[in-house]
T-cell receptor, first 114, second 111 residues
Framework: DTGVSQDPRHKITKRGQNVTFRCDPI?????LYWYRQTLGQGPEFLTY????????KSRLLSDRFSAERPKGSFSTLEIQRTEQGDSAMYLC????????????FGPGTRLLVL | EDQVTQSPEALRLQEGESSSLNCSYT??????LFWYRQDPGKGPEFLFT???AGEEKEKERLKATLTKKESFLHITAPKPEDSATYLC????????????FGKGTMLLVSP
């Protein structure tokens, strides 16, 4: 039983560089979520896909952030022109369709912007 | 706007010393209240979902309860391996299925 996987687990980059993260959801799940978590805080919602459609985006998702889920399977989250304030843990979660579905989280990608 | 407040921020217990964590919430129609456990440097691990006031769920030494305004996570006779951050999240009844999280309670159980 494979869970949600994320790659890479850690990323160190210099300010101004672009970074891309990948999330592979649980295979039968058609909903996929991205959250961001900073130290001492709970996860904050970024964006949500149902199959390949991006249905909701948080105001936290500035125009430097873009997410895709091209075939309704894996998803990528790209941050352009990174800033030090982007340093955080980026979490991916997936769930099945339904009113009472549970979101299962991956291990996260820890980003450090120098 | 949906809001979740968890207390205390941190809790230190001796092994075997039972206690409770609190999660107070305001949400426009509760679809579900979720408890997750998070170990340092890892993603949240699902524990429980509660859907309606009066509902209770148990797993090993943990028991979660729900009222119309708050949820409690009761920890009975904790062990050092229960040390973690416990996160509470709510899902609103309307709109999409995103979760609003509290800041968590960091639990440390000493042997």
């Amino acid at each position: 039983d494979t869970g949600v996987s994320q790659d890479p687990r850690h990323k160190i980059t210099k300010r101004g560089q672009n970074v891309t993260f990948r999330c592979d959801p649980i295979s039968e799940h058609n909903r996929l979520y991205w959250y961001r978590q900073t130290l001492g805080q709970g996860p904050e919602f970024l964006t949500y896909f149902q199959n390949e459609a991006q249905l909701e985006k948080s105001r936290l998702l500035s125009d430097r952030f873009s997410a895709e889920r091209p075939k309704g399977s894996f998803s990528t989250l790209e941050i352009q022109r990174t800033e030090q304030g982007d340093s955080a843990m980026y979490l991916c979660a997936s769930s099945s369709t339904g009113f009472k579905e549970t979101q299962y989280f991956g291990p996260g990608t820890r980003l450090l912007v120098l | 706007e949906d809001q979740v407040t968890q207390s205390p921020e941190a809790l230190r217990l001796q092994e075997g010393e039972s206690s409770s964590l609190n999660c107070s919430y305001t949400v426009s129609g509760l679809r579900g209240l979720f408890w997750y456990r998070q170990d340092p440097g890892k993603g949240p691990e699902f524990l429980f979902t509660l859907y309606s006031a009066g509902e209770e769920k148990e797993k090993e030494r943990l028991k979660a309860t729900l009222t119309k305004k708050e949820s409690f996570l009761h920890i009975t006779a904790p062990k050092p391996e229960d040390s973690a951050t416990y996160l509470c999240a709510v899902q609103a009844g309307s709109g999409y299925s995103t979760l609003t999280f509290g800041k968590g309670t960091m639990l440390l159980v000493s042997p």
